[in-house]
């Protein structure tokens, strides 16, 4: 009996010898194999490349003089000048913020001497060259009575702004030092969807916040001039001007916008591709400016339906919706409802397109661009002028009277002639004006004023030319109405 349990024992312990040998094999293969499966993955490691650049991104705080405009009201309750580590601070920031806008903390007083500035925003920027050179957006810059630059070693220096520009949003600074740490670019025609990226800056004052994502798009159209950088990186008010960096420490971007509800990260952030604000940045430090070219036209999207309608394999062009008549596309032909195809060569394929190739233009130049009116290419030239204000297309209103009119159900419309003074305002031959537009016609967007131009390619002149126009349409398939409205020209789809 005694023989018998050692014998079991003996075993168990045999058999939890063997799990335990077993188990500990197992664990070590599995790291093993664990390990070199991280590193077939290749997961970056930022440590070293935060150390090589965050030395040159910068936090840029602003402020601005004291005036009657932002001035506390007589009788409202002033802040007291706090140490930020007073408790009272957070009270009176949260309850008497300075300006009046809940939130928004007192500066801390530091010296205990009279300001004569006010606290304005805060925003990132990086330096470009050793000498000093800094970009940022226009955005954390404009309006600023003073801007102040802080390093990651914590010193401070005044910037002056050399220039900046609204359209871009990109702003170029100047500190004076010398041998100064700064970051070299990228080049991000080389960018590709779904790479690893990184952001440096200031979000909500914290400075040089690193945070980390991947490209989740390119070419985002968000202004007339830029096609924008789409990231996940988490990018919050006061990351505006800081870099956008690949794995090789270089700056392929510049943040500049969030998508945002809230005002705070929602997982899309926009940058300015780095190769445009250096074209900026390079006007605004030899001349202070940016000089665009112009070739006065509002323009519009080419929607599938229209292009479908018209022939096109896919939408693509920029439609012209209105003419300045003082400005240089009058002169060379070009008319509302023309749709550029390409200029100096270059293909529009989108409605962004044209304003980025025509603003690159060197005003003074002959300017060949191709248009598509009526079924077929018409090649033109435009002389590009400058662009020294936002654009202000004349705007005619269409006020027809009531002369001969004519209805029909299918299409919900009743049309009208347009007298001749109107028509040479609007600088056109011939057209109808809309007296009412109900049921197919009202749900497709054609509008009481509206002066219809053409039909499917096919001039309208007058309301019988009209109506022999529209007794032909086949009622099962979409209908292509070019229309005026007020000064502009615009294709509506007529869905059956």
């Known amino acids: 009996m005694k023989k018998f349990k050692f014998r079991i024992t003996f075993q168990i312990t045999f058999f939890g010898i063997f799990l335990f040998l077993s188990s500990s094999f197992l664990s070590v293969n599995f790291l093993s194999h664990g390990s070199a499966f991280a590193t077939n993955l290749n997961l970056p490691d930022f440590t070293s490349l935060v150390k090589k ?54 500066p801390p007083n530091r010296g205990g001497a009279p300001r004569s500035q006010i606290p304005r925003g805060v925003g990132s920027g990086f330096i470009i060259s050793s000498d000093g050179f800094i970009l940022s957006n226009h955005h954390v810059v404009a309006g600023a009575g003073e801007v102040i630059v802080t390093m990651a070693d914590r010193r401070e220096f005044a910037a002056k702004v050399i220039g ?19 970051l070299k670019t990228g080049d991000p025609t080389d960018i590709m969807v779904g790479e690893w990226v990184l952001a440096i800056g200031s979000p909500f004052g914290l400075e040089n ?59 899309i952030s926009f940058a300015i591709p780095i190769d445009e604000a250096n074209l900026v940045a390079g006007q605004l430090k030899k001349t202070g400016r940016v000089i665009r070219g112009r070739i006065g036209v509002l323009i519009g999207e080419v929607t599938k339906d229209v292009a479908d309608a018209l022939g096109f394999s896919k939408p693509t ?22 749709i550029v195809l390409s200029f100096e060569g270059k293909k529009i394929k989108r409605v962004s397109d044209l304003p980025r190739i025509v603003g690159a233009t060197k005003p003074g130049t002959f300017a060949d661009i191709d248009v598509w009116r009526k079924g077929k290419t018409v090649s033109l030239k435009v002389k590009v002028d400058e662009l020294k204000s936002r654009e202000k297309v004349a705007q005619v209103e269409n006020k027809p009277p009531q002369p001969k009119t004519t209805s029909f159900n299918w299409l919900g419309l009743t049309v009208i002639d347009v007298p001749m003074e109107v028509l040479k305002k609007l600088g056109l031959k011939g057209g ?17 004023g ?36 007020g000064g502009e020209a615009l294709f509506i789809t007529v869905k059956p």
């Open 53 to 106: 650049t965050s030395p040159a991104v910068v936090n840029i705080r602003t402020t601005q003089k004291e005036n009657s405009s932002n001035r506390r009201p007589r009788g409202f309750p002033q802040a007291p000048e706090l140490d930020e580590n007073d408790p009272m601070y957070e009270f009176f920031k949260r309850f008497f913020p300075p300006g009046g806008s809940p939130g928004q903390a007192p």
């Open 209 to 267: 916040t690193v945070t980390a994502g991947i490209v989740s798009a390119l070419g985002r159209d968000t202004g007339d001039y830029l096609p924008f950088i789409q990231t996940d990186v988490a990018v919050n008010p006061g990351n505006s001007g800081g870099p956008l960096l690949n794995l090789n420490g270089e700056v392929i971007g510049i943040n500049s916008q969030i998508y945002s509800r809230t005002g705070g990260f929602m997982g």
């Open 164 to 182: 900046s520009d609204q359209r871009t949003d990109v702003a170029l600074l100047k500190i004076e030092s010398t041998n100064l740490p700064f």
């Open 317 to 338: 062009g920029a439609m012209i919706r209105s003419v300045d008549p003082d400005g240089p596309s009058a002169p060379a032909g070009i008319k509302p409802g023309d």
């Open 450 to 485: 509206d002066v219809i131009v053409s039909i499917n390619n096919n001039d309208v002149s007058s309301v019988s030319q009209f109506t022999v126009i529209a007794d032909k349409l086949d009622q099962k398939k979409v209908a292509v109405f070019l229309i005026r409205r």
């Open 432 to 448: 109808v004006g809309i007296s009412s537009a109900k049921g197919l016609a009202g749900s497709s967007g054609l509008l009481q």
